[in-house]
């Protein structure tokens, strides 16, 4: 069964710390994975998006791993701001076309002043 | 470009009532995804358009739901009768469908919170 799963569930930090989320997934054929960030009361908006042959992505002070050998992602988030508390979610893209996208629960951050 | 449109943004209706969600994909993009996002199950595929033709429902719950593609601009997310199960964000999104193998970003909506009570 396609799952993706997230960990930790939801994290709270200070403001200027860094952290690291995880994504675990089962997902076969794996397409591509991406993280999208999603405010509350808004829509998911993209972060990264990685093929099986990329291990790293960037954009801005997030930074996306992949090992698709263990089928493990991270994002990690450097120097984090008031504006990174959100929900991050974990999407992998399933199936030859990649439109079959299975999505992780998402982990909740707050991040504190 | 004002991003992908969805109206209401909050609807309050009672069980049995007929529920019509509404939604605008951006301009030239050929595929449109509706979707359902709650607490406990997260966010789910209820059906895929492309180029306004239905290519995969199997996230459709039951016959309650239907959605149509009349054309490029507008789809439309239908419940009758409606449920209190059925209380919980519903977003559209939309994608610009290229070559074959190549990775389409999906642009999500800002959803529509639906209280069935």
């Known amino acids: 069964k396609n799952q993706v799963e997230q960990s930790p569930q939801s994290l709270i930090i200070l403001e200027g710390k860094n952290c690291t989320l995880q994504?675990?997934?089962?997902?076969?054929?794996?397409?591509?994975l991406r993280w999208y960030k999603q405010d509350t009361g808004r829509g998911p908006v993209s972060l990264t998006i990685?093929?099986?042959?990329?291990n790293t992505k960037s954009n801005g002070r997030y930074t996306a791993t992949l090992d698709a050998d263990t089928k493990q992602s991270s994002l990690h988030i450097t120097a984090s701001q008031l504006s990174d508390s959100a929900s991050y979610i974990c999407?992998?893209?399933?199936?030859?076309?990649?439109?079959?996208?299975?999505f992780g629960k998402g982990t909740t951050l707050s991040v504190s002043s | 470009d004002a991003g992908v449109i969805q109206s209401p943004r909050h609807e309050v209706t009672e069980m049995g009532q007929e529920v019509t969600l509404r939604c605008k994909p951006i301009?030239?993009?050929?595929?449109l995804f509706w979707y359902r996002q709650t607490m406990m199950r997260g966010l789910e595929l209820l059906i895929y358009?492309?180029?306004?033709?239905?290519?995969?429902d199997s996230g459709m719950p039951e016959d309650r739901f239907s959605a149509k593609m009349p054309n490029a601009s507008f789809s439309t997310l239908k419940i009758q009768p409606s449920e209190p199960r059925d209380s919980a964000v519903y977003f559209c999104?939309?994608?610009?469908?290229?070559?074959?193998?190549?990775?389409?970003?999906?642009?999500f909506g800002p959803g529509t919170r639906l209280t069935v009570l």
């Open positions: 999104a939309s994608s610009l469908e290229s070559l074959a193998g190549a990775i389409n970003e999906q642009f």
């Open positions: 994504c675990n997934y089962t997902v076969s054929p794996f397409s591509n």
């Open positions: 990685m093929t099986f042959s990329e």
């Open positions: 999407v992998v893209s399933a199936g030859q076309a990649g439109t079959a996208l299975i």
């Open positions: 301009s030239g993009h050929n595929s």
């Open positions: 358009f492309n180029n306004n033709v239905p290519i995969d």
